[in-house]
Structure formats: structure tokens, C-alpha cells
């Protein structure tokens, strides 16, 4: 019985796959965050806001964009990125409070 016929090795690959894919994504948010830790601690030595809206508008359209060419849901994408940034303003705001 091959896999398009066994509708539970299909099941079992595709979940593979997905695993694979969950797995890069929480190493390439470890990755993304070290640079933005990297970010928050020049902030902070510098005195620069934790937020830069003009950055975050201009990520924003750029991530939209890059969804519709992924085919994917713009509106989900500005929805992580919003989540992300909320947490990367926390972890600068922490980086300048510990100044």
C-alpha cells in the first residue's frame, strides 16, 4: 500500500514535516532574538527608546508584503509580528531599566 493509499503514513509524514518546520522556527526565533538582545543593550547604553515606530510601520508593510508572495494570511503575519515586538519592547525596556 503505498502512502496516497494509506491515509495514516500520509498522516504520519505530513506530522514529520510539521515537526521539522516547528523546530526551525523556535531556532530561528532563538537566532532572531539574540540579535534583538543584541539591539536592546545598544539602546540602552545610548539612551534610545525601547520602540521605534517608524521601524515597526515600515517591518510591518514589509511582512504583509512577503506574506501575500508566501501565500499567507497577511493579517496572521502582522499578528506574530506584533506579538514578537511586544516582547522584544520588553526585553529593551528591561535591558535600559538595568542601566
Known sequence: MTDAED??????????SIDNVDAALIFLLA??????????????EH???????T?????????????????LDPAFAEKWFNFVVAEVIQHHTAAADAR
Do not use: I, W, Y
Open 7 to 16: 491515509p495514516s503514513r500520509t498522516l504520519q509524514r505530513l506530522r514529520s
Open 31 to 44: 537566532e532572531r532574538f539574540k540579535c534583538t538582545k543584541q539591539v536592546g543593550v545598544l539602546k540602552a
Open 47 to 53: 539612551g534610545m527608546p525601547a520602540s521605534d515606530p
Open 55 to 71: 521601524r515597526e510601520e515600515q517591518q510591518t508593510a514589509r511582512l504583509r508584503r512577503l506574506a501575500e508572495e508566501a501565500d
